[in-house]
């Protein structure tokens, strides 16, 4: 029976490098796979999807958030015999809801792959509905610089200081972001203040 998985991390955690692993490892089998990714997304280009490491795809179908997916899949020529989901923190809620509805009457798998929270530590809308429809969750560990786990998302500015506000989505990669533990976040943003004074 097939179901809908949520693999999440934070920024650096080789999400999209195992989203593409996993595209490989089905079409080496002869499967078909529907290569998804929303259009918030924009960041390597509107229908690229890169890893850090340089693994590099195409999407099959670059997702506005008005669209609606269920619609989109049944209007392909073919059926998948799996759904892989990048940054699907950015798909609506009803967007994730459409990705449950394939699962269950299509007896297909979803793979989807993102962001839990965002650099506030809040989550974003397509996350909280995956956490509760997906019937796998598995969290893909990364480490802070003082070596433990990695769960913040610090949003860093021009200088390198950590931001604590603005909107919920600004792309960017190394130089925009960083994986942190919650205690090293908390005091860099102590210490950043302290030394603003």
């Known amino acids: 029976m097939a179901k809908l998985y949520f693999k999440y991390g934070a920024m650096g955690s080789s999400k999209t ?3 593409l692993i996993a595209k490989f490892n089905y079409e080496e089998r002869g499967m078909k796979v529907w290569l998804i990714k929303p259009s918030t ?4 280009g509107i229908g ?7 693994l590099e795809a195409q999407a099959d179908a670059v997702i506005e958030p ?7 899949y049944y209007a392909r020529p073919e059926r998948a015999d799996v759904i892989i989901a ?3 923190q950015f798909f609506t809620p009803e967007q994730i809801e459409q990705l449950a509805d394939l699962v269950d009457e299509e007896d297909l798998p979803v793979l989807c792959f993102g962001l839990a929270t965002d650099f506030q530590t809040k989550m974003f809308p397509g996350s909280k509905r995956l956490f509760e429809l997906a019937q796998s969750v598995t969290e893909i560990k990364t480490v802070c610089s003082c070596g433990a786990k990695a769960t913040v ?16 989505v600004v792309l960017g990669g190394n130089d925009t972001y960083l994986a942190m533990c919650r205690p090293c ?3 860099r943003i102590a210490a950043e203040r302290k ?3």
């Open 66 to 72: 008005e669209e609606d997916i269920t619609a989109l």
């Open 185 to 187: 976040w908390k005091k």
């Open 41 to 44: 997304d924009s960041r390597d």
């Open 195 to 197: 030394a603003a004074r």
């Open 48 to 54: 690229t999807i890169r890893s850090r490491i340089g």
């Open 17 to 19: 490098a195992q989203a």
């Open 153 to 168: 998302n610090a949003r860093l500015d021009a200088q390198g200081h950590i931001v604590t506000g603005g909107e919920q």
């Open 86 to 88: 990048d940054e699907s």
